[in-house]
Protein backbone atom coordinates (compact mmCIF):
# COMPACT_ATOMS: atom_id res chain seq x y z
CA UNK A 1 0.00 0.00 0.00
CA UNK A 2 1.43 3.35 -0.99
CA UNK A 3 1.37 6.27 1.91
CA UNK A 4 -0.17 9.26 0.73
CA UNK A 5 0.17 12.68 3.18
CA UNK A 6 -1.64 16.22 2.75
CA UNK A 7 -1.27 18.88 5.05
CA UNK A 8 -3.23 21.78 4.75
CA UNK A 9 -2.31 25.71 6.19
CA UNK A 10 -3.84 28.98 5.64
CA UNK A 11 -2.08 31.52 3.77
CA UNK A 12 -2.71 35.24 4.79
CA UNK A 13 -4.04 36.92 2.01
CA UNK A 14 -4.89 40.88 1.34
CA UNK A 15 -7.67 40.06 -1.53
CA UNK A 16 -11.11 40.90 -0.32
CA UNK A 17 -13.26 37.89 -0.82
CA UNK A 18 -11.22 34.98 -1.37
CA UNK A 19 -10.09 32.27 1.45
CA UNK A 20 -6.39 31.07 0.02
CA UNK A 21 -5.07 27.61 1.48
CA UNK A 22 -1.81 25.96 0.98
CA UNK A 23 -2.19 22.10 0.35
CA UNK A 24 0.74 20.12 0.76
CA UNK A 25 0.92 16.48 -1.21
CA UNK A 26 3.45 13.72 -0.04
CA UNK A 27 4.14 10.16 -1.18
CA UNK A 28 2.29 8.89 -4.12
CA UNK A 29 -1.28 9.12 -4.64
CA UNK A 30 -2.94 5.41 -6.25
CA UNK A 31 -5.81 3.33 -5.76
CA UNK A 32 -5.33 2.21 -2.37
CA UNK A 33 -5.43 5.87 -1.07
CA UNK A 34 -6.71 8.07 -3.40
CA UNK A 35 -10.10 7.74 -2.25
CA UNK A 36 -9.72 8.81 1.20
CA UNK A 37 -7.45 11.44 -0.06
CA UNK A 38 -10.19 13.38 -2.21
CA UNK A 39 -12.87 13.03 0.71
CA UNK A 40 -10.08 15.41 2.55
CA UNK A 41 -9.92 17.74 -0.21
CA UNK A 42 -13.65 17.54 -0.92
CA UNK A 43 -14.46 18.92 3.04
CA UNK A 44 -11.95 21.48 2.31
CA UNK A 45 -13.78 22.63 -0.54
CA UNK A 46 -17.43 22.10 1.20
CA UNK A 47 -15.99 24.26 4.30
CA UNK A 48 -15.83 27.59 2.19
CA UNK A 49 -18.65 28.28 -0.11
CA UNK A 50 -17.36 31.04 -2.32
CA UNK A 51 -13.63 32.33 -2.99
CA UNK A 52 -11.71 29.20 -1.95
CA UNK A 53 -8.28 29.09 -3.72
CA UNK A 54 -5.93 26.13 -3.45
CA UNK A 55 -2.48 26.00 -3.56
CA UNK A 56 -1.74 22.62 -4.44
CA UNK A 57 2.01 22.46 -3.87
CA UNK A 58 3.46 19.17 -5.34
CA UNK A 59 6.81 18.92 -4.56
CA UNK A 60 6.97 16.43 -2.58
CA UNK A 61 4.06 14.06 -4.87
CA UNK A 62 6.10 11.06 -6.64
CA UNK A 63 2.92 9.80 -8.46
CA UNK A 64 -0.73 10.32 -9.02
CA UNK A 65 -2.96 7.68 -10.90
CA UNK A 66 -5.71 8.44 -13.24
CA UNK A 67 -8.29 8.31 -10.53
CA UNK A 68 -6.64 11.12 -8.77
CA UNK A 69 -6.28 13.42 -11.90
CA UNK A 70 -9.78 12.44 -12.13
CA UNK A 71 -10.94 14.19 -8.87
CA UNK A 72 -8.17 17.31 -9.88
CA UNK A 73 -10.73 18.01 -12.69
CA UNK A 74 -13.42 17.68 -10.78
CA UNK A 75 -12.35 20.00 -7.76
CA UNK A 76 -11.32 22.32 -10.33
CA UNK A 77 -14.90 22.56 -11.38
CA UNK A 78 -16.13 23.06 -8.13
CA UNK A 79 -14.00 25.63 -7.46
CA UNK A 80 -14.35 27.79 -10.54
CA UNK A 81 -18.52 27.45 -9.79
CA UNK A 82 -17.67 28.77 -6.66
CA UNK A 83 -15.25 31.79 -7.98
CA UNK A 84 -12.85 30.06 -6.62
CA UNK A 85 -9.60 28.18 -8.36
CA UNK A 86 -6.88 25.77 -7.92
CA UNK A 87 -2.76 26.45 -8.37
CA UNK A 88 -0.43 23.67 -9.05
CA UNK A 89 3.43 24.55 -7.76
CA UNK A 90 6.66 22.60 -7.63
CA UNK A 91 5.59 19.68 -9.42
CA UNK A 92 7.93 17.68 -10.12
CA UNK A 93 8.93 17.16 -13.95
CA UNK A 94 7.03 13.22 -14.29
CA UNK A 95 4.02 14.91 -12.28
CA UNK A 96 3.95 18.23 -14.85
CA UNK A 97 4.23 15.98 -17.80
CA UNK A 98 0.93 13.77 -16.84
CA UNK A 99 -0.92 17.04 -15.93
CA UNK A 100 0.24 18.20 -20.01
CA UNK A 101 -0.49 15.76 -21.88
CA UNK A 102 -4.15 14.77 -20.11
CA UNK A 103 -4.34 18.85 -20.90
CA UNK A 104 -4.89 19.82 -17.47
CA UNK A 105 -2.23 22.73 -17.66
CA UNK A 106 -4.34 24.14 -20.16
CA UNK A 107 -7.11 24.89 -17.26
CA UNK A 108 -5.00 24.69 -14.43
CA UNK A 109 -2.55 27.06 -13.90
CA UNK A 110 1.24 25.50 -12.91
CA UNK A 111 4.04 27.56 -11.26
CA UNK A 112 7.85 26.76 -10.31
CA UNK A 113 7.41 28.47 -6.40
CA UNK A 114 5.18 28.67 -3.81
CA UNK A 115 5.75 32.43 -3.96
CA UNK A 116 4.32 32.49 -7.58
CA UNK A 117 1.79 31.09 -6.71
CA UNK A 118 0.67 33.20 -4.01
CA UNK A 119 1.20 36.05 -6.13
CA UNK A 120 -0.98 34.33 -8.93
CA UNK A 121 -3.84 34.40 -6.49
CA UNK A 122 -3.44 37.83 -5.07
CA UNK A 123 -4.38 39.06 -8.54
Known sequence: MAQATITVEDVATQAAGKTVKLVKFAGQLDESNVDDKAKEIYAIIESVPQGLF?????????????????YLTDWYTKLTERQGSIIIAQAKPNILDILQVVGL???IKSVGTL?????AVAQ
Open 105 to 107: TQL
Open 115 to 119: EEAKA
Open 54 to 70: LIFDFSELEYMNSKSIG
